[in-house]
Every structure is written in structure tokens, then in C-alpha cells.
């Protein structure tokens, strides 16, 4: 890397977080972030290091893909002829 060019943690996607950076980063709460852990069905992967929690960054970033939604065409139809009613 050449000098005066900041590293960033763009540049480092396999970085490991801790449950605040990680929140910062996500924009989702350390709670919520909490409750992921433990589901059931897709738990959000996570390292126990003593008794700290670290996060990978790019297991976030592909964990976080299976809660990727896309819109719904019939509801925008129905939203459409709803406007248009008005």
C-alpha cells in the first residue's frame, strides 16, 4: 500500500468485528445483532474468543444475502389501482 492512502475496513472485508463495530457497520442494533446468534434457522456465524464475540465481516455480508427481498408486483398493481381510484 502506498504511504498517505488510509487503510479502511474496505479494505479488509474479511475483518473481524466485534458486536459494536459490527452494528455500526449494519446500521442494526446490538440487540437484534444478539438475537441473530441464537436463532434457530440461519444463525448469524460468529467466533467465542474468551468471552468476547467477533464477527467476520464477509460472513455478515453473505449472511445478511438470505434476508434480501425484492417488491412485490401484485401489491403495486393494487397499489396502482388504488391511486388511480382516488
Same mark, same amino acid.
Given at each position: 500500500?502506498?504511504?498517505?492512502? =488510509?487503510?479502511?475496513?474496505?479494505?479488509? =472485508?474479511?475483518? $473481524? +468485528?466485534?458486536?459494536?463495530?459490527?452494528?455500526? $457497520?449494519?446500521?442494526?442494533?446490538?440487540?437484534?445483532?444478539?438475537?441473530?446468534?441464537?436463532?434457530?434457522?440461519? =444463525?448469524?456465524? +460468529? $467466533?467465542?474468543?474468551?468471552?468476547?464475540?467477533?464477527?467476520?465481516?464477509?460472513? $455478515?455480508?453473505?449472511?445478511?444475502?438470505?434476508?434480501?427481498?425484492?417488491?412485490?408486483?401484485?401489491?403495486?398493481?393494487?397499489?396502482?389501482?388504488?391511486?388511480?381510484?382516488?
Amino acid at each position: 500500500m502506498s504511504k498517505g492512502v =488510509p487503510r479502511t475496513s474496505d479494505s479488509f =472485508p474479511d475483518q $473481524y +468485528y466485534d458486536l459494536r463495530r459490527l452494528s455500526l $457497520y449494519s446500521g442494526i442494533g446490538i440487540r437484534t445483532l444478539r438475537s441473530h446468534l441464537v436463532r434457530c434457522t440461519n =444463525p448469524l456465524p +460468529y $467466533y467465542r474468543v474468551g468471552g468476547k464475540i467477533l464477527l467476520k465481516r464477509s460472513e $455478515y455480508d453473505e449472511w445478511i444475502l438470505a434476508f434480501r427481498t425484492r417488491g412485490n408486483a401484485a401489491l403495486d398493481s393494487v397499489v396502482g389501482e388504488l391511486v388511480e381510484g382516488l
